[in-house]
């Protein structure tokens, strides 16, 4: 008699527990014990100035508890409060050090643990941090809408100037927004590597590769949902054009919420000065989204509403990472982020490939070999006049 299949699960897993179990009971005891000082290490993820005092939130990433007995800024002694019972692994605390900084001056912030460590975090200017109110969530809104939607509605007035394109030109059209989306993705990764370094106690670079897969998975099952929803959209072209212009406002979207999680986190701490210089460069640089996102609509006639709301879904995620970055300023999520606007636009990018290449061949034509150049040109070019 065969046992069902759910019945021979059940009893693996039991076995599988059984064991587990008995390891942890019993398996240390018969280990060696670990020689050597113990292991401390505190990671600062978020500091906040007020007048006369610094918050500094620490979490231990270490594989050994951390208590924190003296604190020093600038080499001065200082009084704290937190911090005042052992940190085990992955917990984290705050510390709430009383100290008249001035604005604008460096300092450095010594923690001196209980077995003698000193473990240092650079605050490399002063600056009031903004409180979390209705104001500061309203300039989070506003710089979203300035970087997001303002600039993809204005690159999709191109849609009427790109409509005069025909035949090959299209090709070579939807070549450039295959540029701009390989640009986006070159620079998120290179960025989002680099933000993971501060949450490497979650798994660092790792961050960026599995949300990377996880928005490739997911976006890979929205468009197959969107293909099998009618079958008139595997005979009309113009379903076809608009599931794509969907999935790269999808893709763009996914970025320009980790370009605005990025942005409100660097305003919230002063590093960034917001001004017209800094808000015209990055209207310029996202205004080829919108280019990119009208390319598959060239043969097409969608509505105002349709147009209007692919800006929305490619422009507003910036404002929902601007809030996000101002309030929260965690480079774990910001990794995440950054890996699922790459999983995205790769999946979009692999949906497109295929579209350029010559009939019967798998070559590329020199032209749209041409147009993905020009892509990748286009937006390192206006990059440079976002940059902060």
Known sequence: MRLPVWVLGVAVTAVIGLVLGVLAVFGAGTLPERA??????????????????IELTVRNIGPDPVQVSQVFVNDAFVGFTGGGEPLERLRSTTLVLDYPWSD???????????????IEHEIAAGVTTPPADADFFGRMVLIGTYIGIIPVLLGMLFLPVLRQARGRSVKILLALSVGVL??????ATFEGFELAAGGAVFGGGLLVILGAAFAYLVLMGVDRWLRSRTAAARR???????????????GIGLHNMAEGLVI???????????????IIGFVINNVTEGVAIVAP??????????LLG????????AILGAVIGGAVNNPALAAVLFGLGIGAIAQVVVQILPSL?????????????GGLALGVLLMYGTSLFSAA
């Open 36 to 53: 050597g000082p113990p292991i401390e290490e505190l990671a600062v993820e978020r500091t906040v100035l007020s007048p006369g005092v």
């Open 104 to 118: 604008g001056s460096p300092y450095v912030v010594s923690m001196l643990t209980s077995t003698g460590l000193v």
């Open 182 to 187: 390989v640009y986006l993705a070159i620079d």
């Open 236 to 250: 009309d072209d113009a379903a076809g054009g608009m599931r794509l212009a969907l999935l790269i406002a999808i």
């Open 264 to 278: 409100g986190s660097a305003y919230a701490v002063g590093e960034l000065a917001l001004g017209a210089a800094l």
């Open 297 to 306: 609509l060239t043969d097409r006639r969608p509505t105002w509403l349709a």
């Open 310 to 317: 692919l800006g929305l879904v490619a422009g507003a995620p």
């Open 357 to 369: 290449r010559e009939h019967g061949s798998r070559a590329f034509d020199a032209r749209v070999l």
